[in-house]
């Protein structure tokens, strides 16, 4: 099985900065694509940025230009930098990869972490 533990959530004031890391472990022959979504209370889960295994971006309008998403294809780990923070920011953030594995044969699936819980205060 494959396995993502997400680290780095808090609470911070308006304006501040946090670093989200999540790390994959487990039977990984490859990962594809990789992400961070998030979901606030009483709302949908959104995609907050993506990356390809290339180093390929796409963000979501309102987070772009303060998130920067990055990857070390070595540690299978995705990280999110957060600037810039505002209030609307406050959600749950969720690292999702595209993974493919090996056991005799080769299987793709997506997984999800169990989430981190970032705060911004205004």
């Known amino acids: 099985q494959v396995q993502l533990v997400e680290s780095g959530g808090g609470l911070v004031q308006a304006g501040g900065s946090l670093r989200l890391s999540c790390a994959a472990s487990?039977?990984?022959?490859?990962?594809?694509?990789m992400g961070w979504y998030r979901q606030a209370p009483g709302k949908q889960r959104e995609m907050v940025a993506t990356?390809?295994?290339?180093?390929?971006?796409n963000y979501a309008v309102s987070v772009k230009g303060r998130f920067t998403i990055s990857r070390d294809n070595a540690k299978n780990t995705v990280y999110l930098q957060m600037n810039s923070l505002k209030p609307e920011d406050t959600a749950v953030y969720y690292c999702?990869?595209?993974?493919?594995?090996?056991?005799?044969?080769?299987?793709?699936?997506?997984?999800w972490g169990q989430g981190t819980q970032v705060t911004v205060s205004s």
């Open positions: 999702n990869a595209d993974v493919t594995r090996y056991s005799g044969i080769y299987r793709e699936n997506r997984y």
């Open positions: 990356i390809t295994r290339g180093g390929s971006t």
């Open positions: 487990g039977n990984i022959f490859s990962i594809n694509d």
